[in-house]
């Protein structure tokens, strides 16, 4: 059997990581087992913040749901509760830009929930 070397396979994987750590501050981008920890480090905060980002784009929506409701008399919770009561299919996200964007596409939406209420 003959003997096997590593240096090519081992080269590659260094470059690899030096690779995935460019723009890296220091010896976190030049030396490899400083590197190393950085990029895995790197991974896990973007693992967490891609699931933190749903939860707090989310958060937003409603934040500005709400603040265009109460400038039509209603708050967030009864706003949603009547739109889902008079089965107005809108997604938080849609309704949270025509809130921003189309204002008079969400004061079409409350006018809609209120007659619908009386």
Request: positive net charge.
């Given at each position: ?24 501050y220091g010896s976190r981008s030049r030396v490899y087992r ?43 919770s009864k706003f949603i509760y009547l739109i889902k009561k ?12 025509f809130a921003i964007r189309k204002k008079n596409y969400f ?12």
């Open positions: 059997m003959s003997r096997v070397k590593r240096g090519v396979l081992a080269h590659k994987r260094h470059k690899k990581i030096i690779k995935q750590a460019k723009g890296y400083v590197a190393k920890q950085a990029v895995i480090r790197a991974k896990q905060y973007a693992y967490r913040d891609r699931r933190q980002r749903k939860r707090q784009l989310r958060s937003l929506w409603i934040m500005r749901i709400n603040a265009a409701a109460r400038s039509y008399g209603l708050n967030y008079y089965k107005i299919n809108i997604d938080r996200k849609i309704i949270a830009e004061y079409n939406i409350i006018q809609t929930v209120k007659n619908n209420m009386e």
